[in-house]
């Protein structure tokens, strides 16, 4: 697999310019802890299906996570609901794993993208990157599923 923490930060940050704030780029904090602020965690994940099976986990503290799905929905902060951080954050998660998909070598394709809390079962870390965006931390994690290939 040819994507380590330097690609999917660039994969990360040319998504984020063209669909969330192309004024205020991502900031690579070179794998620096996600902090999770006061209201948890919003995971995206899309699954990649193929030869290198896996997923992509886009993580967001909550705050960020709406503060990005009104940008993305071009809404005002106070009107963004629930619904509209998972339908932003599932995107996200969907637009960097096709990013990620191409660079793949054979055939591969996407899931539909799934919007949690935090991940629940065990993958295998391979690439990530945590990202700050503003005051905002984000990180990016490309995994192998158990018994996939690298």
Known sequence: MSVDGEVLAELTQAVWESFVDAELPLVDLYGAP????????????????????????????????????ARMLDMAPGDVVEADVHDATGELANMIGGNVKAMLEGEHHLGLPSVTVAPTDPYDAVASATLLWGEHTLLVTLETAPGGTS
């Open 34 to 69: 996600l902090d999770p602020g006061p209201d948890g965690v919003v995971v995206g994940t899309i699954l990649i299906h193929g030869p290198h099976a896996g997923r992509i986990n886009v993580s967001l503290p909550a705050q960020a996570a709406s503060a990005a799905a």
